[in-house]
């Protein structure tokens, strides 16, 4: 995706708040649930003033991106029946990483033991 923002905007004490928080309605609660496996996202930061030295270097980028489109990990959420969540959909106490907040919550810690792929 591109971005007319800095990235600086788009962290956790950005006006946007961080990316990955932005997406998460978008990766977690429509493809994640409709059982696609959502990948990180590949910005492009600050397109609407992109001077030309920085387009040659965005596209090799993405051209990486792509070449390991269908190898990189997806987002490790956790699943609904994997015993990390109460009958009100609650993340149960005990089951987050020690500091995490927030939506990443809903990552599992461990990303290779209850990942659908």
Excluded: N
């Excluded at 788009?10 to 429509?30: A, Y």
């Excluded at 030309?52 to 269908?70: G, H, K, M, N, S």
């Excluded at 149960?92 to 990303?111: A, N, Q, V």
Aim: charged share 25%.
């Amino acid at each position: 995706m591109t971005l007319g923002a800095r990235e600086t905007a788009f962290s956790d004490r950005g006006i946007h708040g961080r990316l990955t928080d932005v997406l998460h309605p978008l990766q977690h609660g429509l493809f994640w649930f409709t059982g696609m496996t959502p990948l990180e996202p590949f910005a492009v930061y600050d397109t609407d003033r992109m001077p030309p030295e920085r387009y040659a270097p965005a596209r090799e980028a993405y051209a990486r991106r792509l070449d390991t489109l269908f190898t990189d990990p997806p987002i490790p959420f956790r699943t609904l029946t994997g015993g990390d969540y109460d009958h009100d959909m609650r993340l149960l106490p005990g089951r987050e990483r020690e500091g995490t907040t927030g939506l990443d919550l809903h990552k599992h810690p461990d990303p290779h033991s209850d990942v659908i792929h």
